[in-house]
């Protein structure tokens, strides 16, 4: 951080940075270059470890450095070369650039749907970044009191009828809901964990290219699970 900025707390952080850095992220630019200039140096397990100190850094109290922000919206501006990858949930309180530690422009290559499930657009999504960007790590994130976890869970345990589009895409989630359900501890925090881990194995099963390159060491897919009250990021696998 610049001696120039002062730290502030997470919920003041959370409101300057929160637009700005989420839109960033989310966006996928296909425009000329398209692959990195310069691929990220990381191994994929250096990557996690960024990432698990990242978390930590934002459990203990983060900080933002509008300065440095500017720097790097200009050094990212021709190219990326995001150093991890991030499966996470839409949820409004899950904010990957946020929770990984304030991490600045370039840094994660972020896709996000309601319940972090994997269709053909994120699956290309995950392997754009794979194998054009040298993304090493890829990361699925659930998170605690997951509102699509817990339709999936009403579904098997309620036989709820979802209107519209809805019901089809909590449909990718009920084989989670399905094999946690009866089993001790809470339903929906069970499937939160057994979504995620379904989904890190459907994308390495499903993408010959993530396969390709976590057999040659190059990516490693994980699941974790983020805490809406401790904002403690738990690394599954």
Known sequence: MCDRCAGIGRRGFLNL?????????LSISMARPAFALAAPSLTPDDALSKLKAGNEKFVRGPELCAL??????????????????????????????L?????????????????????VATLGTIEYGAEHLGSPVVVVLGHSRCGAVAAACDVVQKHTNLPG??????AAIV?????????????VDNAVRENARRTALKITTQSRIVEDLARAGKVKVVYARYDLDSGVVEFLS
């Open 68 to 97: 440095e922000l500017t720097r790097q919206r200009a050094d990212v501006a021709k190219s990326q070369a995001p150093w991890a990858t991030i499966l996470a949930c839409s949820d409004s309180r899950v904010s990957p650039e």
């Open 165 to 170: 589009s809805m019901g089809p895409m909590v």
């Open 17 to 25: 940075a929160a637009g700005a850095l989420s839109a960033a992220a």
């Open 175 to 187: 084989p989670a809901a399905r094999t946690v359900f009866g089993k001790p501890g809470d339903f």
């Open 99 to 119: 929770i990984f530690g304030g991490v600045g422009l370039g840094e994660l290559f972020v896709a996000r749907n309601a319940g972090n499930t994997v269709d």
